[in-house]
Every structure is written in structure tokens, then in C-alpha cells.
């Protein structure tokens, strides 16, 4: 939805994916790939080789390197860090390029597409005043997407990875019984690729 629906990624385009190493970033950096455009990602040494075996074309390491005084003139941004990263993020699109992010806030134009009420999208609105005045600043659009459920999207998906298109990085599988060790790992935010519960 991100890299289709919202950025309308073309061949030949360029991106940053952030956190590539992460369950989002993984998916992201080969279906971008897929598409034909150039990735860049953001990764420690830990998740170096793993971006890069998914077809990163260029790995900023995050620890000791810039992103925002390497990368300039992107069409595009896939933000899944959100905060500082994501207001530096705007700097390194070219003018009138987009930027989508599930883990910045929520502005006005997605209170009004998720039909959220005259209240919270007012609150949406000021909540995000400082990133409207970043799309402002550097003609970008900044769009924040709750992922929707897609029966057809997830066939799509499930295509590529049948016809070894792409594959999905799994790092740790939990049984059900652990699903609160499961919650704690995803929160230490160190995962290379998804992580799995068990259900039986
Ligand atoms: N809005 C939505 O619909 C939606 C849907 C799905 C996910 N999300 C959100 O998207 C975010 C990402 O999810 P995820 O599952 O991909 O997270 P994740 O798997 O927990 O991401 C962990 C990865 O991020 C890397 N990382 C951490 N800090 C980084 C930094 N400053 N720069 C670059 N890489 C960094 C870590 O690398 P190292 O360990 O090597 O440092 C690790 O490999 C979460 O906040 C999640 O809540 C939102």
C-alpha cells in the first residue's frame, strides 16, 4: 500500500527504505526491487548483509553514518521510524516528491480519508502543524497510512513469494504459550525480518 497506492513507485524512481533490516523494511526493500526502482536503506552492521541480499542497492549504516548528508534528490521516502528521522527525511526528496510513513502522525488529509470526525482530525492537524510545514518547505507530501486489510493485495503478495519472487525474513518463531516474550522482542526493536507466534 505504501510503495503502490500511496508513493505510486515507477521503475527508474529512487527510494529510502529506513530500517530495511526490520519486518516492514524487509518486505519493502524486494518489493521496491520488484518494481524497478534504486533503494537505499538505513541498517547497524547487524542487519548490513541482510539488506544487501535483498537487493539494497545502497546501505547507509545508521550507527556511524547520515542519511541526510549522503542521500539527496530521492522521488521517495518509506519511513517506518518515524519522529527526528522522519523530519529529516523530508530534506533528502526532490521537489515535489512523497514521503509515507507508519510510524510518523497522523495528519488532516488521512482524518479526512479514514472519515475520523470533525474533532480528531482537528487534533490530527495541530498534533502534526510541524510536518505540514516540512511538506510546505520542501513540496513533498507527507502521507501517514494505517495499513488496511487487502484480501486482493495479500493474493499479489502471496504470488511473488509462491513463484520465489520475493521471500519473507523470518528471525524468531514463538509458541503461543510465549506470546508475551514474542510482544518483548518486537519491542526491543532489534528484529531482522518478522517474527512469528505460533498459534498451534
Ligand atoms: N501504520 C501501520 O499500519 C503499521 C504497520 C506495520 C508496522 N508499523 C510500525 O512500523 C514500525 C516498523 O515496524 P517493523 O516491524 O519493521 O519494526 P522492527 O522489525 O521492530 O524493526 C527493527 C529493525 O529496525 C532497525 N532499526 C532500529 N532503529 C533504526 C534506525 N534508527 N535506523 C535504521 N534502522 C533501525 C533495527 O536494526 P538494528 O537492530 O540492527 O539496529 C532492526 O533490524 C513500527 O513502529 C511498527 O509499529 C505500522
Redesign the pocket.
Known sequence: QALTDILQLKKGQKILI?????????FAIQLAKLMGATVA???????AN?VKSLGADEI?N??TEK?EEILKNYDAVFD???DE?LEKSFGIIKDGGKLV???GLPNARFGKEYGSGFFKTLLFSAASHKLTGLEKKHNVQYT????KPSGEQLRIIANFIETGKIKPII?KVFSFKDAQKAMEY??????????ILKIR
Do not use: C, N
Not at 529506513?18 to 524487509?26: C, E, L, M
Open positions: 529506513q530500517a530495511g533490516a526490520g519486518g516492514v523494511g524487509t536503506t538505513t541498517a547497524s552492521e547487524a542487519g541482510l547507509i545508521y550507527k542519511f517506518t521510524l518515524g528521522i510513513s507508519v510510524s501517514f497510512l494505517f495499513m528471525d518486537a519491542e526491543s526493536g532489534r528484529a531482522k525480518g518478522k517474527i
